[in-house]
Nanobody, 120 residues
Framework: QVQLVESGGGLVQAGGSLRLSCAAS????????MGWYRQAPGKQRGLVAS???????NYADSVKGRFTISRDNAKNMVYLQMNSLKPEDTAVYYC??????????????WGQGTLVTVSA
């Protein structure tokens, strides 16, 4: 079993910054692509940013230049630095990881989500 636990969400004013963290634990053989998704009220969950196992990032157009994704493979962690936050960034942010378990099974793991609220 694999667990992803997010932290770092909260309330921030527009223009401010937050840093989200996600810790992966459990029966992990390898972590491949890791990423952050978000879901605003009444909207579908969508990709914010992802990062490959070798550190190649990919960003949604709406966050390019404002958000930075990074990972620490030694700690099984992924981070999302969010700068110049806008009210439209308000959402529940979910951590995601493509995992190969110790058993050899591939898993699509999700965290429980952390709420980010950006006030105008």
């Amino acid at each position: 079993q694999v667990q992803l636990v997010e932290s770092g969400g909260g309330l921030v004013q527009a223009g401010g910054s937050l840093r989200l963290s996600c810790a992966a634990s459990g029966s992990i053989f390898s972590l491949n692509t890791m990423g952050w998704y978000r879901q605003a009220p009444g909207k579908q969950r969508g990709l914010v940013a992802s990062i490959s196992s070798v550190g190649l990032p990919n960003y949604a157009d709406s966050v390019k230049g404002r958000f930075t994704i990074s990972r620490d493979n030694a700690k099984n962690m992924v981070y999302l630095q969010m700068n110049s936050l806008k009210p439209e960034d308000t959402a529940v942010y979910y951590c995601n990881a493509d995992v190969v378990a110790v058993s050899g099974d591939p898993l699509d793991a999700w965290g429980q989500g952390t709420l980010v609220t950006v006030s105008a």
